[in-house]
């Protein structure tokens, strides 16, 4: 079993930052990808960003230039930076890891 464990998010102003890190534990074998999805209330789960092994990035449109994932290769870590939040970013984030998911954690953006 694998274990993820997120932590970094809270309430913030329109146009603050946060920063979510997600921590891997447990038996990993290989990773194949790590990255984040939100679920807002009423709404779709999204992708938000991930990372393959290789290091290879994906965001989705909405969150381009503005959010960041990186990934602690030695801890089994992946963080994501986010800048300039938008009231519409506001959902629960979840971070994966294959087809491990973690509880999720709460970002709130108030305008």
């Known amino acids: 079993q694998v274990q993820l464990a997120e932590s970094g998010g809270g309430l913030v102003q329109a146009g603050g930052s946060l920063r979510l890190s997600c921590a891997a534990s447990?038996?990993?074998?290989?990773?194949?990808?790590m990255g984040w999805y939100r679920q807002a209330p009423g709404k779709q789960r999204e992708l938000v960003a991930s990372?393959?092994?290789?290091?290879?990035?994906r965001y989705s449109d909405s969150v381009k230039g503005r959010f960041a994932i990186s990934r602690d290769y030695d801890k089994n870590m992946v963080h994501l930076q986010m800048n300039s939040l938008k009231p519409e970013d506001t959902a629960v984030y979840s971070c994966?890891?294959?087809?491990?998911w973690g509880q999720g954690t709460q970002v709130t953006v108030s305008s």
């Open positions: 990372i393959t092994s290789g290091g290879f990035t």
């Open positions: 994966f890891l294959n087809n491990y």
């Open positions: 447990g038996s990993i074998f290989s990773i194949n990808a």
